[in-house]
T-cell receptor
């Protein structure tokens, strides 16, 4: 398995609180992605990064921010969690952009109550 | 942006039968088409992929076909086994991956 670790694996939080999810890789891949997975929607891209401090928005970025201060770490922050952000979040990494295998982490199940 | 549609959403087959999952895409610039398998409680894992310059690719019991003119691609699993039961996702990519909504495959022993 590719060296990707997501933390925490499970989290329950209250509406309005900030939440940060962490993705750590040991593969030295340039590209890192955050997806959310919801029934009937597959995997939707929230944000991605193409290098340290280089990030861009995906298709469902509202309410989320990201940071990448080191090659190995990509953080996803929900500034003020809402119930609509209850989901399973996956981090993925790839060597190049969109034309090679993306390796996924184990996922973080986030529940906003 | 790209729009990927995947059918069926659920598929139930008898062990030993074949399973076919179909996807369509909208952006003719998409040039890479991976298929992922997701087992319960795990992240998706690549099982096979195809590039736009190839029409078909096989790997043991799985195969993928691509029709660029019609903008559709399909996953074929032959001689299905209970361990093939999972959720399967197709994706189309130019620079970013766009995923289908998934197919839950159930292989009955």
């Amino acid at each position: 398995d590719a060296g990707i670790t997501q933390s925490p694996r499970h989290k329950v939080t209250e509406t309005g609180t900030p939440v940060t999810l962490r993705c750590h890789q040991t593969e030295n891949h340039r590209y890192m992605y955050w997806y959310r997975q919801d029934p009937g929607h597959g995997l939707r891209l929230i944000h991605y990064s193409y290098g340290v401090k280089d990030t861009d928005k995906g298709e469902v970025s509202d309410g989320y921010s990201v940071s990448r201060s080191k090659t190995e770490d990509f953080l996803l922050t929900l500034e003020s969690a809402t119930s609509s952000q209850t989901s399973v979040y996956f981090c993925a990494i790839s060597e190049s952009e969109g034309d090679t295998e993306a390796f996924f982490g184990q996922g973080t199940r986030l529940t906003v109550v | 942006g790209e729009n990927v549609e995947q059918h069926p959403s659920t598929l139930s087959v008898q062990e030993g039968d074949s399973a076919v999952i179909k996807c369509t895409y909208s952006d003719s610039a998409s040039n890479y088409f991976p298929w992922y398998k997701q087992e319960l409680g795990k992240g998706p894992q690549l099982i096979i992929d195809i590039r736009s310059n190839v029409g078909e690719k096989k790997d043991q019991r799985i195969a993928v076909t691509l029709n660029k003119t019609a903008k559709h691609f399909s996953l074929h699993i032959t001689e299905t086994q209970p361990e093939d039961s999972a959720v399967y996702f197709c994706a189309a990519s130019t620079a970013r991956f766009y995923f289908g909504s998934g197919t839950k495959l159930n292989v009955k022993p």
